[in-house]
């Protein structure tokens, strides 16, 4: 009896420790902090709008989360509409990202 009770009595408190909580409640926060910090905006430049393939291509700073250096490349866009507020030359941030096995635009704003 007396050690079914130190069993239930150790248990507890592990369950309810703070390492406890941690493990149980932050480690998914962990986590969508470093994708945050891995996903920052990038500066980019339009070199041109395909509207007809649903593209644009874009001359971009590194892309950390997709362990992609500087590079100018086709990206698709995450809504179409986005192809009519961009023109060649436009200075955007973006942040891309893996929609179904191809890099596209999941954010974009002018840059300032």
């Known amino acids: 009896m007396k050690t079914s ?3 239930a009595l150790a248990v507890t ?10 493990a149980g409640d932050h ?6 902090m470093a994708k945050m910090a891995a996903t920052a905006m ?3 430049t339009v070199k041109k709008v395909d509207k007809k393939a649903g593209e644009v291509v874009l001359s971009h700073g590194e892309l950390t989360n997709l362990g992609m250096p ?5 990206f ?5 509409a986005w192809l ?3 023109k060649s030359g436009d200075k955007i941030r973006f942040v891309a990202d893996m929609v179904n096995g191809a890099v596209t635009v999941v954010q ?5």
């Open 5 to 7: 009770l130190v069993a």
């Open 13 to 22: 408190a592990a369950i309810f420790s703070p390492a406890g909580f941690a």
């Open 70 to 74: 500087a590079m100018t490349m086709a």
């Open 42 to 44: 990038v500066n980019g």
């Open 108 to 112: 974009f704003e002018p840059a300032k």
């Open 27 to 32: 480690d998914h926060a962990g986590h969508d």
């Open 76 to 80: 698709r866009v995450k809504n179409p």
């Open 84 to 86: 009519d507020q961009v």
